[in-house]
Each structure stands twice: as structure tokens, then as C-alpha cells.
């Protein structure tokens, strides 16, 4: 664990293995943590806070720069871990890299940008701004499946805002994080700013959830996940952003352009396994083109190549757990016993009997009583569903607890305007589809509270205070 400056073994000295979801073996081991490591943590991130938040933006950026530059140095190392923790192909690990080297970067000169707010007096009797002050200790809760981006999309606010920050990892995916642990040590970054350390979540999250230390609580993960952490953090009054589940629909109306519907579906749906909160969940196709779009897109997964490995470029890697992989069975047989039709996949891939494969599975004539439509499916099952018209297929993308991500794909101005205000989702893509650390990523409804990414994550980290002056 990296905690107040230092590489630590747990206070128990208990370890955790680290399982490769494509082999079942042991890859690595982690100290694992505990109630005591966690308290130790927090004592640490509140000393760090006291120094961090003293120094200018200048100096907090030079550390940043140093820690960028450093990062980068160990880019395959890096990489490497991510493919081996969760089974992510070589080539998408870049992106988890990039989200944290821009993060580092991008901050700061948001940072910068942030100007002091003047508020009029109308008697004209006093002056009136508002200025901004970091929040404090953070701590932040992490999901396995883009390792390294959701410790970017923490790490960058929360340091140029001048928070110090606690990073929990996921258990299933440690390692990368770890190893940012050891960088930061190797490169004598302050004390107790960042602290990096997983555990069992009924010994450590719990702990640090319900300490008084931290000011502001993040996390990425499932709704599930967020509502206990809104629960235990009731013993004071803490900043909350949270980054939830999300079941994206993807309509493809009757004017769209075919070809760029059909491929972004494909990419949004089977990249990273299908294991992305923002993945095309709920693919609705107008009944003219329904039966054409079904035939390419199947023809298309049909092509999805499987592998794993840095030497190897694989479309898809394996699902991270067996229990994820159980649960797509499960999903896959729910939906044909209500009527659905497998269209494609829904087996373990011929030779790759060890590791946690499952093929890319195509079911169509999907509706809503279906698990396939109510859930986060989080993994590699696409579920086409036709429709008749506008208001059928807006009610039916509507038809959700969640509210992260909507794509629709259309060449009618009127419709493009009638559905971005009606859809009710945090982001609203239309024939295309763009993520950036300056574009603001967050939900609605059960998909969470605040934004990752953009000026509006610094929201998280800083406090606003009222100064007025009579004149």
C-alpha cells in the first residue's frame, strides 16, 4: 500500500492474490488492508491536506508535471498490469494511460482558468464575491473496469484543487493502482496526499465512509454501491459525486447514416467486453431498417476476433469474473425464456475453456419485461429491439432507473430537438460519439450525482465562500 508518503505492508499482514481473468492464475500479490490501514490512511490524507493545500497552484501543478512525466516513463509496465488485472486488450490499456496524463494536465489549467465570481449590490452598499476554497480530504471508491482512467478522473481535480485523496481500488483490478503507489513514492511526491490502498469494503470502505476525516466522497461504480455510501456517510456532512450504473439505449432511426450507426453499435457495445457503463445497452432499430441493421450486426460480431496478451490485437478480452460471466448466462436464458432469439454466441469460446470467456452475443426481439432491458448488463450481449415511432421508442429509452448515456443517430433536426429534451439522461450523443477529459461525464435519476471530467468535477473539491465588504 502506498499510505502517508510510504510503500506499507498491511497492519495484519494480510495479503490478496490478484487473478488474471483470462488464465485463472495468480499474477500478483497486494498487501490487503484493513480497518487499521484505513484509519491510518485517513490520519495520513489529513496531515497531507494541511500541506497540500498551502502551496500555490503553481507548485501543486510542478508536482503534477513530475508525476505526469513519471507515469509516462512507466507507460507498458502500466499497461501490462491492466491486461493482466482485467484482461483489457493492449490496445485499449492506452486509453486508461491517456485519461490520467491528461487529467495531470488538464486540471491545473482549469485550475487556473477559475475566476473569482462578482455578485452586484443593488443599494450599492457593499461589495460582494465569491471566492474558492479546496473541500479537503477526499476519499475515493473505484470500479475494475477502467483501472488507471478512474484513478485519472480522481486524481486530477482533487490535486489542483488542492485536496489530498484517498484511492480505494477494486480488489479485481489493484495492481495499476498500486504500481501508481510505488511511482509516487519513487519520485518523493508529498506525504499523505494521495494514499492508495483496497481491502474487504465492510473493513475499509465502511471505515473511511463513516469517518469524520474526509469532506468529500466519490466513487464510480454501481448504484447499488452508491446508495450504501449515501447510508454510511451520514456521521457528518460530506461533498457526495458519484459516477453510477447506466443502461444506455441506442436508436438508430430510419434517416441515420447506416453504416456509422451500425459500427459505433459494435464498439460501443462489445469494446472493453462490454464492460463500460456508457456501452450501446439497449440497441433500438425503426422496423424499416430493423431487419437489415439485425442481419449486419450479427454478420459483424460474427468477425469480433478474441484474445489476450500485449503481443496480441484482439477485439475482446474475457469477462473479469466467472460470476460476471455466470450472470451473462443468466441474462442470455432469461431472455429467451420470455421470447427473445439468440441470435449470435451465448457460449464459451471453442479452446478457451480456463479464463472467464464468454462469445459476443447477439439476442433481437427483446422487450421490456426482460432482465436484458431492466439491468446494467455490463458485459458482451447486445439486445436489438425494433420500433414502430418516435414516441414508442423515447418511452421505451425512458423506460429505466438509470440516467448516464443515450445515442441517437437521425438526420431530422426537429427530432434531434424533440429528443435531447425529452430523453432523460446526463449525456445525449447524436451521430456520434466523443468522450474527453474537458467534456462532462455524469448522470441522472440512479446514475449518480455530480460530473467526472470538465470544470464541473472541480465542483467536488472546492467549498465556496461569500465575502462582502460594506463600502
Not at 180 to 185: F, P, R
Not at 294 to 308: D, N, R
Not at 412 to 436: C, M, P
Request: glycine share 8%; charged share 25%.
Amino acid at each position: 500500500m502506498y499510505i502517508g508518503g510510504k510503500l506499507l505492508d498491511a497492519v495484519d499482514g494480510r495479503r490478496h492474490a490478484v487473478i488474471c481473468p483470462a488464465t485463472e492464475e495468480k499474477i500478483a500479490e497486494i498487501a490487503w488492508a484493513g480497518k487499521a490501514d484505513a484509519e491510518l490512511a485517513l490520519k495520513a490524507a489529513e496531515k497531507g491536506f494541511q500541506y497540500w493545500s498551502s502551496l500555490s497552484l503553481s507548485e501543486r501543478t510542478e508536482w503534477m508535471s513530475i508525476l505526469r512525466t513519471a507515469i509516462l516513463e512507466k507507460e507498458k509496465e502500466l499497461r501490462t498490469a491492466i491486461v493482466y488485472e482485467m484482461g483489457k486488450t493492449y490496445a485499449g490499456s492506452w486509453e486508461d494511460i491517456e485519461a490520467v496524463i491528461n487529467a495531470l494536465e488538464w486540471y491545473p489549467a482549469a485550475m487556473k482558468n477559475l475566476r473569482e465570481e462578482q455578485i452586484p449590490d443593488y443599494e450599492n452598499t457593499h461589495t460582494h464575491k465569491l471566492i474558492q476554497q479546496p473541500a479537503g480530504v477526499a476519499v475515493a471508491y473505484l470500479a475494475w473496469n477502467f483501472p488507471l482512467l478512474n484513478v485519472g478522473f480522481k486524481l486530477g481535480p482533487a490535486l489542483a484543487s488542492g485536496c489530498s485523496i484517498i484511492i480505494k481500488p477494486s480488489e479485481l483490478s489493484p495492481l495499476s493502482a498500486y504500481l501508481v503507489g510505488k511511482i509516487l513514492h519513487d519520485i518523493k511526491f508529498p506525504a499523505g496526499v494521495v494514499n492508495i490502498l483496497t481491502g474487504p469494503s465492510s473493513e475499509v470502505a465502511t471505515t473511511m465512509t463513516k469517518s469524520k476525516i474526509p469532506t468529500v466522497l466519490t466513487m464510480i461504480g454501481s448504484t447499488a454501491t452508491g446508495k450504501k455510501v449515501i447510508q454510511e456517510s451520514t456521521t457528518s456532512i460530506k461533498k457526495l459525486g458519484m459516477e453510477l450504473g447506466g443502461n444506455a439505449p441506442f436508436i438508430v432511426f430510419k434517416d441515420a447514416d447506416f453504416e456509422k450507426a451500425l459500427n459505433l453499435a459494435i464498439a460501443l457495445k462489445f469494446g472493453n467486453c462490454g464492460q463500460i457503463c456508457v456501452a450501446a445497452n439497449r440497441i433500438f432499430v425503426h422496423t424499416s431498417i430493423y431487419d437489415k441493421f439485425l442481419k449486419a450486426y450479427v454478420e459483424k460480431t460474427s468477425k469480433l476476433k478474441l484474445g489476450f496478451g500485449i503481443d496480441e490485437e484482439p477485439d475482446m478480452g474475457p469477462l473479469v469474473t466467472r460470476k460476471d460471466r455466470d450472470r451473462m448466462f443468466d441474462l442470455i436464458s432469461d431472455a429467451v425464456d420470455k421470447g427473445a432469439k439468440l441470435e449470435y454466441g451465448g457460449g464459451v469460446p471453442e479452446g478457451k475453456e480456463k479464463g472467464n470467456w464468454l462469445e459476443p452475443t447477439v439476442l433481437s426481439n427483446i422487450n421490456n419485461e426482460m432482465r436484458v432491458f431492466r439491468e446494467e448488463t455490463f458485459g458482451p450481449v447486445a439486445a436489438l429491439m425494433r420500433f414502430e415511432s418516435d414516441d414508442d421508442v423515447l418511452a421505451l429509452a425512458n423506460d429505466t432507473e438509470y440516467g448516464l448515456a443515450s445515442y441517437i443517430f437521425t438526420n431530422s433536426h426537429k427530432r434531434i430537438q424533440r429528443f435531447t429534451e425529452d430523453l432523460q439522461f446526463g449525456e445525449i450523443q447524436v451521430n456520434g460519439v466523443k468522450y474527453a477529459i474537458y467534456l462532462p461525464h455524469g448522470g441522472i435519476k440512479n446514475s449518480g450525482i455530480g460530473h467526472d471530467c470538465s470544470h464541473l468535477a472541480l465542483d467536488d473539491y472546492l467549498v465556496k465562500k461569500r465575502v462582502s465588504i460594506a463600502i
